[in-house]
């Protein structure tokens, strides 16, 4: 089947009591069982849920996974990432990445033992030199927050392969509907579903999509032995938001085509970041891994004075964390999401105060253009 198929059918199963096409919202925090140790396929609802059953086989069919494990949130899915791990071990992942991802890394796994370098992923020959013995797994965002800078899924998994490190591809940005990394040869796939896959600003959730059974065993005894799981509800709404995420993407893709090349040919705005300009250093290689360029744009204006008239006299835009919902927002990554990350070295990446992270959403697109004209008009 194809995509927007397996996004409705995926997981999904007629209740068989009722005949209702919804997957049914089994809030059940427990199980009765048939005698001592003998269930009917679940016990506890941390350790499965028929709901988180429904999603979790929803989302694996979407990024051509078997397997799809759902957490509480897309830091609680990178946590559950880490148990895979031990002390002494070393990580090499993406520079530039997410504030948070950045924070949880230095400020929580370092004081535990893990190593991790923070490493160029578009530059393969500096990935490889980052590589050590110790090396265990290369973490990549492509495209990375909110640079927009791209890496060579395949290219990194073949390196990856060849050294036994597991590539995870971080695939918030784009979504299974725009990119898939295990196609291009990637271990695991990580989402933060309050995102695109959520689609409506309303839930927190995280997942890891994969296809070893070895992996599968190991995540499935951290969900339950760790407890970062969502609950039920939360389950159904996201089964109930991955529906529509074709049709919403294709709209946040040609509204973000259209907004950027406003703000690209705009006397106000110094640089636009966004794989679908050709004056991205990496469009082609968007074109070869990529089937969309996504809602996610970034542009840098004169100075932070000029980003700050720009992100507070917006009226459809709203200044706010997160992304990827219906509604677009305008972000100032060093003073929002990268804040937690020192200066030097937000800017050693290009993060500068005077760069502005838009999600594009769904709105009519000539609404979005006018808003943004007028809030320029104020530099």
């Avoid at 948070?100 to 230095?106: A, D, I, P, S």
């Avoid at 896959?197 to 927190?204: A, P, Y």
């Avoid at 636009?272 to 542009?299: I, K």
Wanted: charged fraction near 20%.
């Amino acid at each position: 089947m194809r995509f927007n198929t397996r996004a409705i059918h995926a997981g999904d199963q007629v209740d068989a009591l009722t005949g209702a096409i919804c997957q049914p919202i089994i809030q059940s925090s427990t199980f009765v069982q048939e005698d001592i140790g003998v269930t009917r396929g679940y016990d506890y609802s941390r350790a499965g849920n028929p709901t988180r059953t429904a999603l979790e086989a929803n989302l694996a069919s979407l990024e051509g996974a078997r397997f799809g494990h759902a957490f509480s949130s897309g830091l609680a899915a990178l946590q559950g990432l880490m148990h895979l791990l031990k002390q002494g071990d070393h990580l090499v992942c993406s520079a530039g990445v997410y504030g948070g991802t950045w924070r949880f890394l230095t400020k929580v796994m370092a004081p535990w033992g893990l190593k991790t370098d923070f490493v160029d992923t578009a530059d393969v020959e500096a990935v490889r030199a980052a590589f050590t013995p110790a090396t265990r797994m290369l973490l990549v965002e492509t495209p990375t927050n909110p640079m927009m800078r791209l890496s060579d899924i395949r290219a990194l998994a073949d390196l990856c392969q060849a050294h036994g490190v597991l590539l995870v591809v971080d695939n918030t940005f784009l979504s299974p509907y725009f990119q898939n990394p295990l196609d291009l040869g990637a271990d695991v796939v990580l989402h933060s579903c309050t995102k695109y896959l959520g689609g409506h600003s309303d839930l927190i959730m995280g997942a890891l999509m994969h296809s070893r059974e070895d992996l599968h065993e190991a995540l499935a005894f951290v969900q339950k032995s760790a407890g970062a799981v969502p609950g039920p509800f939360e389950c159904f709404l996201l089964l109930r938001s991955t529906k529509t995420l074709g049709v919403r993407m294709e709209r946040h893709f040609e509204n973000a085509l259209r907004v950027a090349h406003f703000l690209d040919e705009s006397e106000a705005v110094t640089r636009v970041y966004y794989p679908g300009l050709e004056s991205h250093p990496q469009y082609e290689l968007a074109h070869r891994q990529m089937r969309g360029f996504g809602g996610m744009l970034s542009f840098e204006l004169k100075d932070y004075q000029a980003a700050r008239t720009v992100a507070t006299h917006l009226q459809v835009f709203s200044l706010a964390e997160s992304l990827g919902g219906v509604e677009s927002l305008i972000n100032h990554p060093a003073g929002m999401t990268h804040a937690s990350v020192p200066k030097a070295e937000r800017e050693a990446y290009g993060l500068t105060d005077a760069l502005l992270r838009l999600s594009v959403g769904i709105e009519d697109v000539e609404d979005l253009v006018e808003d943004l004209a007028l809030a320029l008009a104020k530099i």
